[in-house]
């Protein structure tokens, strides 16, 4: 075990002991990265901050089975993925969107007829909301599991072997997937999208169309006012992604976000409630 991960490991036991503080550093240190993975699974804010909550909360009452033999950002993801994988609580859970629907809705959509509904607020600033809004929709169009080797190797940029171990599969297997699927989300904004390919589809020629189907709400911008923060404040990983395509660019819309303010709340109110005690007795 390196230093690191001994001062990790000498956090745990502290924690697992009763130790708030050293509970709170733990949670400081990943529910950046929880919020966002939830995000980018389960395609909205609403939906990311509910899970995001679930999975600090089974972390914490299971801080006591960390024993230190991976990293503890590996292990914080496996219980988030795992969580994630199975989610059945989301909006599109039931009803997920696929590529030819994205795509006939691009093509077809009457958008010229829908009145103007941005109520006072900027175009631009509704066109980017938009944008973020429907590209981390479309990764809906994907199954959970593809869902989650896109954002693991696309926006988190794990190396084949701690995504491979997080997913249980073989780095080769991991890089052959994510290859697939990179290159199909690229063909589809190739196509269709004239934010990242050279598709018709505008994302200020589609706002009012957007507000109309309730994609994006003028009085609810949650991109808009969300932190966006650095990828590499988020996550500490040893070993940048392998250069296995030349696709990067194509997925500059995968940003990280702070976790806002309600999920940090209802976390400080368990830790400051009598639930606490959980982290010791699990």
Same mark, same amino acid.
């Given at each position: 075990?390196? %230093?690191?991960?001994?001062?990790?490991?000498?956090?745990?036991?502290?924690?697992?002991?009763?130790?708030?503080?050293?509970?709170?550093?733990?949670?400081?240190?990943?529910?950046?990265?929880?919020?966002?993975?939830?995000?980018?699974?389960?395609?909205?804010?609403?939906?990311?901050?509910?899970?995001?909550?679930?999975?600090? *909360?089974?972390?914490?009452?299971?801080?006591?089975?960390?024993? &230190?033999?991976?990293?503890?950002?590996?292990?914080?993801?496996?219980?988030?993925? =795992?969580?994630?994988?199975?989610?059945?609580?989301?909006?599109?859970?039931?009803?997920?969107?696929?590529?030819?629907?994205?795509?006939?809705?691009?093509? =077809?959509?009457?958008?010229?007829?829908?009145?103007?509904?941005?109520?006072?607020?900027?175009?631009?600033?509704?066109?980017?909301?938009?944008?973020?809004?429907?590209? =981390?929709?479309?990764?809906?169009?994907?199954? /959970?599991?593809?869902?989650?080797?896109?954002?693991?190797?696309?926006?988190?940029?794990?190396?084949?072997?701690?995504?491979?171990?997080?997913?249980?599969?073989?780095?080769? /297997?991991?890089?052959?997937?994510?290859?697939?699927?990179?290159?199909?989300?690229?063909?589809? $904004? &190739?196509?269709?999208?004239?934010?990242?390919?050279? &598709?018709?589809?505008?994302?200020?020629?589609?706002?009012?169309?957007?507000?109309? =189907?309730?994609?994006?709400?003028?009085?609810?911008?949650?991109?808009? %006012?969300?932190?966006?923060?650095?990828?590499?404040?988020? *996550?500490?990983?040893?070993?940048?992604?392998?250069?296995?395509?030349?696709?990067?660019?194509?997925?500059?819309?995968?940003?990280?976000?702070?976790?806002?303010?309600?999920?940090?709340?209802?976390?400080?109110?368990? $830790? &400051?409630?009598?639930?606490?005690?959980?982290?010791?007795?699990?």
């Amino acid at each position: 075990m390196d %230093k690191k991960n001994e001062e990790l490991q000498a956090l745990v036991d502290k924690a697992t002991a009763g130790d708030k503080k050293s509970l709170e550093t733990l949670i400081a240190g990943v529910q950046d990265m929880v919020f966002n993975l939830s995000l980018r699974m389960l395609g909205t804010f609403a939906d990311a901050e509910d899970a995001a909550q679930d999975i600090l *909360l089974k972390m914490i009452t299971h801080l006591s089975s960390f024993r &230190g033999d991976s990293l503890f950002t590996t292990w914080v993801f496996r219980i988030a993925v =795992n969580h994630l994988k199975n989610y059945k609580r989301h909006m599109f859970a039931r009803c997920a969107p696929t590529f030819e629907f994205y795509g006939n809705d691009i093509e =077809n959509a009457k958008i010229q007829d829908v009145p103007d509904l941005t109520q006072n607020v900027e175009k631009d600033i509704l066109a980017e909301e938009l944008k973020m809004s429907c590209t =981390n929709v479309m990764l809906q169009c994907l199954d /959970a599991e593809s869902r989650c080797i896109f954002i693991l190797g696309t926006m988190f940029q794990l190396d084949s072997r701690m995504a491979g171990e997080i997913l249980e599969m073989t780095p080769e /297997a991991y890089r052959q997937r994510l290859s697939r699927i990179r290159r199909k989300m690229a063909d589809f $904004l &190739g196509k269709y999208c004239g934010e990242y390919g050279s &598709g018709k589809c505008r994302c200020k020629d589609r706002v009012n169309y957007a507000i109309q =189907n309730h994609r994006i709400n003028p009085q609810q911008l949650d991109y808009a %006012k969300a932190i966006e923060i650095p990828i590499e404040t988020m *996550l500490d990983v040893k070993n940048a992604m392998e250069d296995i395509d030349d696709l990067s660019q194509d997925f500059s819309f995968c940003k990280p976000y702070e976790s806002p303010e309600r999920t940090k709340h209802l976390i400080q109110e368990f $830790l &400051g409630s009598g639930q606490l005690s959980t982290v010791q007795n699990s």
